[in-house]
T-cell receptor
Framework: ELKVEQNPLFLSMQEGKNYTIYCNYSTTSDRLYWYRQDPGKSLESLFV?????AVKQEGRLMASLDTKARLSTLHITAAVHDLSATYFCAEGFSGNTPLVFGKGTRLSVIA | DTEVTQTPKHLVMGMTNKKSLKCEQHMGHRAMYWYKQKAKKPPELMFVYSYEKLSINESVPSRFSPECPNSSLLNLHLHALQPEDSALYLCASSQEGGRNQPQHFGDGTRLSIL
């Protein structure tokens, strides 16, 4: 059974602090995605990770992929309130096969 | 702003009504998807169309009927829905063979069944 596990599911962090969200996936997928969703809004693509050791950064967010460990991480540096949202990782496959989503991590950045 | 456009943004309907959700993309993507998302849950796949043909139906009840009139349009016809069908319905599209491209999601239709 395809399974994507994220942890933590809830994260409350202070502004200025660093933290990491973990995403474990169950199969030898060839791509891993990170999405952000604000309440009542759609999913916004953040990162596409395709190969072992891939690292991508955008602002205060950095994502990495370890295909051998079947692990992706989303690292938050010096959090700000605007980063408050739900973050989903999703495992992808070749062809037009649908994504398998994790349960999401609800991040709340507080002053 | 997203490149996948969904209408309407909000829909309230009774259990005996018939309505349709619409989705449009002009990115040349050949795969289109319908997802259902309940509050505080991840999206759940409903249907996948590939080259205008239904390729995946995730055992969705027949009260939901998808249609893909052409490569840019995707509809979801609704009939005799139940209160538990209230959710955010998301449309997405992706590029054939586009490994380095994510699925692009529309803003969704928030559906409430009375």
């Amino acid at each position: 059974e395809l399974k994507v596990e994220q942890n933590p599911l809830f994260l409350s962090m202070q502004e200025g602090k660093n933290y990491t969200i973990y995403c474990n996936y169950s199969t030898t997928s060839d791509r891993l995605y990170w999405y952000r969703q604000d309440p009542g809004k759609s999913l916004e693509s953040l990162f596409v990770l395709l190969s072992n050791g891939a690292v991508k950064q955008e602002g205060r967010l950095m994502a990495s992929l370890d295909t051998k460990a079947r692990l992706s991480t989303l690292h938050i540096t010096a959090a700000v309130h605007d980063l408050s949202a739900t973050y989903f990782c999703a495992e992808g496959f070749s062809g037009n096969t649908p994504l398998v989503f994790g349960k999401g991590t609800r991040l709340s950045v507080i002053a | 702003d997203t490149e996948v456009t969904q209408t309407p943004k909000h829909l309230v309907m009774g259990m005996t009504n018939k309505k349709s959700l619409k989705c449009e993309q002009h990115m040349g993507h050949r795969a289109m998807y319908w997802y259902k998302q309940k509050a505080k849950k991840p999206p759940e796949l409903m249907f996948v169309y590939s080259y205008e043909k239904l390729s995946i139906n995730e055992s969705v009840p027949s009260r939901f009927s998808p249609e893909c009139p052409n490569s840019s349009l995707l509809n979801l016809h609704l009939h005799a829905l139940q209160p538990e069908d209230s959710a955010l319905y998301l449309c997405a599209s992706s590029q054939e063979g586009g490994r380095n491209q994510p699925q692009h999601f529309g803003d969704g239709t928030r559906l409430s069944i009375l």
